[in-house]
């Protein structure tokens, strides 16, 4: 795959979703379509550009049908579940953070509670939400002190979860990245305010 010009796949890609009359593509299926058609006209790209721009379209467009919960469904070849994603299967994701919620702790179970959640309620791989375990971050430095807590950079070794894995049947993650961290204070004693500065 040659090098992708992010910078004019993303311009492109505006390009397509502002240019949608939704009097005309009037569900997200329509827009959908439309949106890769015109990204697939677009002389600007190259075939690879192209490629990368329709895989982007069909993370947002799986999100979307997940959300709203209508769209053609397909059968998981490996939990056999009624699934509206196209790029992975939404029961196969979240029966294996499901799996994993025993092998992390933020140690406070409210905390731990709102993340499973949240990680159920994912609707694509590349935005769940995680605890960090502290051994995992490197190069942390001081940014500032705001609220109920104190602001960090530092280089998260793992990275989050860019994609699923059908045929190993797990989430892969990014690899190292930079992340702004909240050290929280009073945690055992969080209350709504508290939960509200997250």
Known sequence: MSDIRKELVYAALNRAIT???YDIYDDIHKQHEF??????ADNSLTNDEKTYAIKELNKT?????IFLNEGTRR??????????ATLYCE?????????NFSNWTSGNNDIDNLIQKCQIETLRPDTIIEW?????????????KGG???IYTADWIDGGYVEWDSKEQKLIRLGREKVILKG????ENANQRWFEEL
Not at 91 to 99: D, F, G, H, I, M
Not at 184 to 187: A, D, I, R, T
């Open 35 to 40: 949106k890769k058609q015109t990204i697939l």
């Open 184 to 187: 929280l204070e009073n945690v």
């Open 75 to 84: 059968t998981c070849e490996n939990c056999n579940q009624e699934c509206l």
């Open 91 to 99: 029961y196969c994701v979240q029966n294996y953070l499901k799996a």
């Open 148 to 150: 109920f807590s104190e």
């Open 61 to 65: 467009y799986d999100k979307n049908k």
């Open 19 to 21: 240019s949608i009359d």
């Open 132 to 144: 960090i375990p502290y051994n995992n971050l490197q190069n942390i430095e001081y940014l500032t």
